[in-house]
């Protein structure tokens, strides 16, 4: 992750914390600052730093297990600590204005007020929760976030593309969302007359019209959760008219396959 602000550039690394690289001269960029995880008051100590942006004259970063951390950065080289949030699962973050918006995997998308960085306060959330829409954990370094005017962009790496109206500002809302065909990880495909069936790890499972290979359409999938238990199929045998699935949190499934475009789930043990 990279944020911009005056002649100073601000990275995200790996193992390495947050960068301050001074890039007045762009063919000799010198790093000049580093921020690591002990810098932060009650960080665990590690390459947990996820995110960063400018927001307005401060700088906000996200910290795996520690939330949002906000940095006075009058003195660029050297920025210090100057606030924080605990949201221990934020991915990814926006800010717009005195808002800034973060996404926390577990609990959905946080506004905060920014007005006060020693002291960001919350004030709304668009919750996620068990049998409604949620976002997949985050497994590399940065979740995408964009806000545009009225409207927060998120990238989910299985779930896509969701929007989010933030024109309330303390009553954020799902308003749109668009699921990629077949997201990762896939562990098990079969093939029956003109369809694959596919099932993976947060994919849940999905049905593909391969009748033109050339253009397989996705036409139906299923990844709703199971009571507490996250769908996470495993293993799939496809018959005539039934498709069985194992599942490493929930652990079989039986689908009536007769219409492909419209399975139904007709029974289900959890052992």
């Known amino acids: 992750s990279i944020a911009l602000m005056g002649d100073f550039a601000y990275l995200v690394g790996l193992n390495q914390g947050l960068l301050a690289v001074d890039v007045s001269d762009p063919s000799?960029?010198?790093?000049?600052?580093?921020?690591?995880?002990?810098?932060?008051?009650?960080?665990?100590?590690?390459?947990?730093?996820?995110?960063?942006?400018?927001?307005?004259?401060?700088?906000?970063?996200?910290?795996?297990?520690?939330?949002?951390?906000?940095?006075?950065?009058?003195?660029?080289?050297?920025?210090?600590?100057?606030?924080?949030?605990?949201?221990?699962?934020?991915?990814g973050l926006a800010s717009q204005g005195d808002w800034v918006y973060l996404v926390d995997d577990l609990n959905g998308v946080r506004v905060l007020d920014l007005t006060n960085p020693g002291q960001p306060s919350q004030v709304g959330l668009m919750p996620t929760s068990v049998g409604g829409f949620e976002f997949s954990v985050q497994e590399?370094?940065?979740?995408?976030?964009?806000?545009?005017?009225?409207?927060?962009?998120?990238?989910?790496?299985?779930?896509?593309?969701?929007?989010?109206?933030?024109?309330?500002?303390?009553?954020?809302?799902?308003?749109?969302?668009?699921?990629?065909?077949?997201?990762?990880?896939?562990?098990?495909i079969k093939v029956a007359g003109s369809y694959a069936y596919l099932a993976g790890r947060d994919s849940g499972f999905r049905v593909v019209d391969v009748s033109n290979p050339a253009q397989p359409v996705e036409v139906y999938f299923d990844d709703r959760r199971k009571d507490l238990y996250t769908q996470n199929p495993t293993g799939l045998v496809v018959t005539e008219r039934y498709a069985y699935l194992s599942d490493a949190n929930y652990p079989f499934h039986g689908y009536d396959i007769s219409d492909p475009r419209k399975l139904v789930e007709v029974g289900a043990v959890y052992d």
């Open 28 to 91: 000799h960029p010198q790093q000049k600052g580093v921020v690591s995880a002990s810098d932060i008051p009650g960080a665990v100590p590690g390459p947990y730093f996820e995110s960063v942006r400018a927001c307005g004259t401060h700088l906000c970063l996200t910290v795996m297990n520690k939330g949002l951390v906000v940095l006075d950065v009058s003195n660029p080289a050297q920025p210090v600590v100057v606030g924080s949030y605990d949201a221990p699962s934020a991915s």
């Open 140 to 188: 590399t370094t940065e979740r995408g976030v964009l806000a545009a005017g009225d409207l927060l962009f998120v990238t989910d790496q299985t779930r896509g593309l969701v929007i989010v109206d933030v024109s309330q500002g303390g009553e954020p809302a799902l308003v749109g969302h668009y699921q990629t065909p077949v997201p990762n990880v896939l562990f098990e």
